[in-house]
């Protein structure tokens, strides 16, 4: 199971970090992705983090402002976001693998093996 959290409103330019937490399975064994979906619109990868946490991958509007982070010991994953923008409003969701690479997850996510159910996140200009 994996439950995020963090999720509120927040002006533009301000920062929020959530939180995926996983229960039920040896956190360390999956890759883990942040993903997000704004109404209207089709669901976009965010970033990924091996399983070791050494290695993030992120989306090309993300770079620079988001960053994914995990803790293995506490069964959690982080996506600290800053410099936020009305348009990153949507429901974020983590999700984990247990074979896929960091990297394939950014573009092939739909079939990965645990989601959350989201936490939104919404940005006012």
């Known amino acids: 199971q994996l439950v995020e959290s963090g999720g509120g409103s927040v002006q533009a330019g301000g920062s929020l970090r959530l939180s995926c937490v996983a229960t039920g399975r040896t956190f360390s064994n999956y890759t883990m992705g942040w993903f997000r979906q704004a109404p209207g619109k089709e669901r976009e990868s965010v970033g990924a983090?091996?399983?070791?946490?050494?290695?993030?991958y992120y989306a090309d509007s993300m770079k620079g402002r988001f960053t994914i982070s995990r803790d293995n010991a506490k069964n959690t994953v982080y996506l600290q976001m800053n410099s936020l923008k009305p348009e990153d409003t949507a429901v974020y969701y983590c999700?984990?693998?247990?074979?896929?690479?960091?990297?394939?997850?950014?573009?092939?996510?739909?079939?990965?093996?645990?989601w959350g159910k989201g936490t939104q996140v919404t940005v006012s200009s």
């Open positions: 999700a984990a693998d247990r074979l896929a690479s960091a990297a394939s997850i950014l573009k092939n996510y739909d079939g990965m093996d645990y």
């Open positions: 983090i091996s399983r070791s946490g050494s290695t993030t």
